[in-house]
């Protein structure tokens, strides 16, 4: 692996942005590094994500993204278990993982110098993961842990999970990210080292780096550190396409819960699938009409308004790797039911339909893509999620840039197209998170009273 | 906004983070705090940062759920209340307005303090009109009666919802039996009775007698000199009445017995909480127990307590404790969450960590590299704007030292483990300790 220094690519250059150059790199074996030059601290962050996660994943093995992502953790042929994080911590940096459906990125924060480190700990555990089964047999259950957390104790999220299983058919992006909880309890260490071996390779990875540093100086580590790993064969996931949609599905959830709730998502393209490249921009701009502040329709005319609800949002991914949803959401306020809020959500959409948002509105949504887009510079890692974001999913970090660009090109001819295209109701999904009493007044069993004792 | 749930972080809350004295050009990248105070008594802290066109505000007002004097839910909804009507204009106009020039206003509150925060492009053009709207938000809210009444509908619905967290009961049922008759204990968003007694009187004295200059902290970071941050101040805050400080808020109790709660929910996983009142702001203690717990629980992935319940034992995606400073003794807190039918055994690891822990102290590798992971993180404590207004929030409202942050790393490095020994038998009773376990049965 001699000839790597001399025989790395500069694959794209260099681009000039007025909120910092980036750089864009790609090594012999494949790994692409993209480095932005931010020097307003003496700190960096670097991330490295892998084209994977629950939307790569089939029956039978979700979750398996995330449980890997916490194996990640468990020592690799030279790092015991622990050690990954005991020498990012000591020096002093923070650090974290985190999977979604379409991909699984670990990241640390550090002070400038310590870059090193982090390069030479991701690289090991980029092609030399130790894989043990008493270190899998805890982590499981951690990772069950995780999912009655985040969504076995939380109505809505439950609802979430079941919605999204029930809109899509055969597309992947029905998979939850922390996977079923049958799928957990039956993973096996040889699903974690087949999907470790088959996705986890520097032609499959990309480094992001931002931070006070000098782009070739990042390059000669990369190439130091991550250059010698191997390629793989990467085969990429088959498409799986969702079969059109037919007519309205309904689902509801009961769950001891206080509160109701109701989430309804209609099947929209993605940047990476739509037929005209303005249409998810069109739609962007859409939800932030209804749900990009207190001044957005939504908030302003239904829960201030008209007050059926108590809150109610919207919401759209233009980056995802597959065709999603445009969600809806909200709980209904005082005597109001989920059939009236969801008569007033029906209500917003077809106006929406029916004639142009105004100038005044388009010209709002317009100056908050404006202004954030400066306000994202406050953050390194933010800088470096957007970078690594769309090059996970396939596409063009320079998207990023041209953002604000596209949004600012919307008209409200535009917005209406896309609202009589795409938000129909053969494509719509409608839940209801119907309570059912929690019983907290219930009395615990009296044999649990001793507390803190060991059995 | 509707937030989506697809992502899973792996590990704990990113703790603390940092580095080595010796190796960090610390000195370059530390903020020059300046302070003053306005005519009418405000107290300003500002921090130039030119490097991004924007301006961020933070106005701390001594204003928090301690001055609900028996109305719960009064300095949150007086808080809630302000940008919903103002000079005359309405929540719609006034958030129409906000947003057409791409600002961010809000409010908040918590026991001690509640805040206005805005955050806007710096040019003229943008933040001056942001400037209006945010002093006729501190200086003219309306309490109109309509959006009264809204909002307390609207927050008896989020008093309900937050009925289905079993942290969140955890939370404030521990707060309820560790701080007994003191103003901590009550819940800061009210309760469904308290919320429904307000009265928007109320409302309105609670705003006159405690959003007055005198009890204002005022932070700004941005890229903004001296002179105009000055101007800025002035124009917001200028032409608020000076007013009263607030008292200090009463000491705190010590407890003296142990007490255990179980509460019934219908999770499958049960909460558990253990803790006491800690520790304060500007507390002598406050380096020796912020070290200290980082070894016990607070450095992330790396604790004791992450290293028995969830690395050796994968009984819980998440085992932290933690000091909680306030202007009294705000509470010490060690918390986790396990399967209803283990969860007697994780609450035995965990008592038996901390027991340990408060008798023999850290090992003298394990303080080092605590000491390495705060210090040597301290850049990234600091790295961005909205970092340090926290910071000079902090230092301003509870009158810390303007060379807080360059002292700090040298006030961590000092800390011994003979210190914390002492400090933990001191401040730390396993003893008399608040045990709350809220969830299922198996």
Redesign the interface.
Known sequence: MRSLLASCLLVAGQVALASGVVHEYQLDNGLKLIVKEDH????VVSQVWYKVGSSYEHDGITGVS?VL??MM?KGTDDHP??EF??II?????????????DYTAYFQ???T??LPISFELEADRMRKLHLQDEEF??????????R????????T?QT??QFNAVAFTSSSVRIP??GWMNDLENMQLADLQHWYERWYAPNNAIVVVVGDVEPEAVLKLAKKYFGPLKPEVIVPPKPRIEPPQKGRRDITVQA????PYTLMGYKVPVLATAEERWEPYALEVLANIL??????RL??EL??GS?IA??A???Y?LYDRQAGLF???G?P??THTIPDLQAALFEQIQRLKDGPVTD?EL??VK??V???A??E????FYQGMKIGQLEAVGLDWRLADEYVERINAVTAEQVQAVANKYLLEETLTVAELDPLP????????AD???????? | MFTRIAMTACSVSAASLSLWLAVVPAVSAMPVIQHWVTDNGARVYFAAAPELPMVDINITFAAGSVRDDGHAGLADMTSTLLDMGAAGLSADEIASRVESLGAELSTGSARDMAWIKLRSLSDAGHLQPALKLLADVINRPDFNKADFERERERTLVSIRHSEQSPATVAQYTFFRLAYGDHPYATRPGGTLESISALQLDQLKAFYKRYYVARNAVFSIVGDLDRKAAEQLAEQVIGQLPAGKRAPAVAPVPVLTAAVEQRVYHPSTQTHVLVGAPGMHRGDPDYFTLYVGNHVLGGGGLVSRLNEEVRENRGLSYSVSSYFSPMEQDGPFLVSLQTRNDQVDDAIGIMRETLQDYVEKGPTEKELVDSKKNITGGFPLRIASNSDILDYLNVIGFYDLPLDYLEAFNGKVMAVTRAQIIDAFQRRVDPETMVTVIVGGED
């Open positions: 307003r601290a003496p700190v995330h992502e916490h953790f278990p622990g994080s005991r911590s000591e020096n002093g940096g923070s650090e974290n993982a985190f999977t979604s459906g924060q550090l002070e110098s310590r047999r805890k982590e499981i259950n951690v990772v069950m842990e995780e009655r957390l985040r969504t076995d104790d939380k109505p999220a979430y999970e990210t922390i001891p819960a206080e509160v749900d990009g502040g207190d001044s957005a908030t302003s829960v201030r007050q108590t809150s949002g919207a919401g991914d969600l809806l959401d709980t306020a005082g005044e010209s709002r100056s908050g404006v202004a954030s400066v306000y510079l406050d953050s390194t929690m019983e907290t007044g219930r009395q615990m069993r649990s009273n001793g507390g803190g004792d060991v059995h």
